[in-house]
């Protein structure tokens, strides 16, 4: 074969090629191309475990390691995949590398199969981006605890059911936040530790045939260890399932943040200021200000969670071990970790110009009996037993409804007049910010705790992204 003219790795076999519509249907060149890199410094690897092994000399694996080196930086520009129609990346390399070494690099796929090139190269590069995902991750968990710290000892009104339902403090619904996003955290670094095993000695699926140190490959490309088993290598992606989940649950957390922010700033709720640099106007209604960046990430997880699906249903089915199926493994993976970086930037930028009007909130923690709960324990605290606590706070609430009192409205007098177990002092409880403080307990929102919390959210930040 001349060089440029089209490289095939497995025709032999064949009389005829491909037809023109099966090539084009089964390449995948135009999205494993972002693999190039991985590829390339996979297969440098490979050359020296090729020399290890005794299939190379020191100068052929030198010569080969220089043509690569060359080939990386080619890689990073368009021209280098300009015109090319070859089936993969994997082929594209091995393609331009004899054009630059000629017939030796014939020898670079001695005793290496596709299947486990492909596992490692998928490794290569999610490995990468799991940390750069982490990273992010950190970057906005720290304005996440700037701006928890900027509005501290705000009181707004928690929420379930979209009711509001008892005072917190607005640190401890940030924390809420931290806790969900360091978890994610934990989740990709957990999917990192079974993404950084190197599958390379496998062969097809039956484990190479010549005498390859698979732990000094291993140790040559940065991973923590080597796989147990060939076929586990051709035949699973569970380990890519793992990021995609990790992913998804990450961007759901995006979104339900998301959702919170969009409420908050809307003029029904009116608690939140989000800054001009991230909403945008209404080309027709000149007063609009909209929340897109926040909605587009809450959108952005149909692709997300649908690149889980997708694989979950790619890999279904097929039998052990490799099946042309998990081709489809890549784009879900790329488009994953597109969304999730791209979002994780944009709500970090959201998050630094975000501005809480905590007058607002305080109201509606107020106005809204979001302290009953407070009026009960009280009550139980005193002796009533917690039912009928229960039931007369309930009373309290329905019979400043039917009159138009609020929390304020109730003096000592007027309380301890209302019925028998109610003291004046329990009118103190009317004001939101008073009965949180009762909250004590590990994980509870009195003050104390949460500035604990705070503080230990802040030296945990030490540990996350790492
Ligand atoms: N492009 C293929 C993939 O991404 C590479 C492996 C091809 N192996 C094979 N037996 N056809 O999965």
């Keep these: 074969m001349s060089t440029g003219e089209k490289l095939q790795l497995w025709g032999g076999r064949f009389e005829s090629g491909p ?35 005794g299939i190379l000399t020191a100068s052929e694996r030198e010569q080969l390691v220089t043509a690569f080196d060359q080939m990386r ?44 090139q492909v596992s490692l190269d ?72 079974r993404v950084n095993l190197c599958p390379l000695g496998s062969g097809a699926l039956a484990g190479s045939g010549f005498p390859f140190d698979r732990e000094a490959i291993a140790a040559d490309l ?8 060939s076929m586990d ?33 809307s003029d029904e709720f009116a608690w939140m200021d989000l800054g001009d640099g991230v909403t945008s106007g209404s080309s027709l209604m000149p007063q609009k200000k909209n929340p897109d960046s926040l909605e587009l990430i809450r959108g952005k997880c149909g692709r997300v969670f649908g690149s889980l699906t997708s694989l979950f249903v790619t890999v279904k089915g097929t039998p052990m071990t490799y099946n042309r199926d998990m081709q489809e493994d890549k784009e879900p993976l790329f488009i994953a970790a597109d969304q999730i970086n791209g979002s994780l930037a944009m709500i970090a930028e959201v998050a630094r110009t975000v501005v809480l009007k905590p007058a607002a909130p305080a109201e509606a923690a107020e106005v809204s009996w979001a302290v009953a709960t ?13 039912h009928e606590a229960h039931k007369l706070a ?47 307990v590990p994980g509870g929102t009195a003050p104390e705790r949460v500035a604990e919390a705070l503080a230990e959210a802040l030296a945990r930040m030490e540990t996350i992204g790492v």
């Excluded at 940065?222 to 088993?229: C, L, Q, V």
């Excluded at 407070?374 to 917690?386: H, K, M, Q, S, Y």
């Excluded at 019979?399 to 003096?411: E, I, V």
């Design 19 to 53: 037809s023109a519509i099966f090539e084009s249907f089964s390449g995948s060149l135009h999205f494993d191309k972002r693999l190039a890199d991985c590829d390339i410094r996979g297969s440098q690897a490979f050359a020296r475990a090729l020399e290890r092994a």
């Design 73 to 116: 930086i080619d890689a990073r520009t368009p021209a280098f995949y300009e015109g090319a129609n070859d089936e993969d990346v994997h082929t594209l390399i091995i393609r331009k590398l004899k054009e630059r070494v000629g017939g030796l690099a014939g020898k670079i796929h001695t005793g290496r199969s596709r299947n486990e």
């Design 122 to 193: 998928t490794r290569l590069w999610l490995r990468e981006t799991i940390d750069e995902s982490r990273a992010l991750v950190k970057a906005f968990l720290t304005e996440l605890l700037a701006l928890a710290r900027r509005h501290q000892g705000a009181v707004i009104p928690g929420y379930t059911h979209l009711r509001r339902a008892q005072p917190v403090l607005w640190e401890h619904y940030c924390l809420a936040y931290f806790e969900m996003f360091a978890r994610d955290d934990e989740r990709l670094a957990q999917a990192r530790a």
């Design 222 to 229: 940065g991973f923590a260890g080597i796989t147990r088993n």
């Design 233 to 265: 290598v051709s035949g699973d992606r569970d380990w890519a399932l793992d990021y995609l989940y990790a992913a998804s649950t990450l961007m759901l957390h995006l979104s339900r943040l998301s959702e919170d922010w969009i409420l908050y700033s």
């Design 374 to 386: 407070d009026v009960a324990e009280a009550l139980a605290r005193n002796g009533t037993p917690f």
């Design 394 to 440: 309930g009373r309290l609430v329905l019979h400043s409804l039917r009159n138009g009192m609020k929390p304020a409205d109730w003096t000592p007098e007027k309380l301890a007049a209302f019925a028998p177990e109610f003291t004046g002092a329990m009118a103190a409880l009317m004001d939101p910010a008073e009965g949180m403080k009762s909250r004590q």
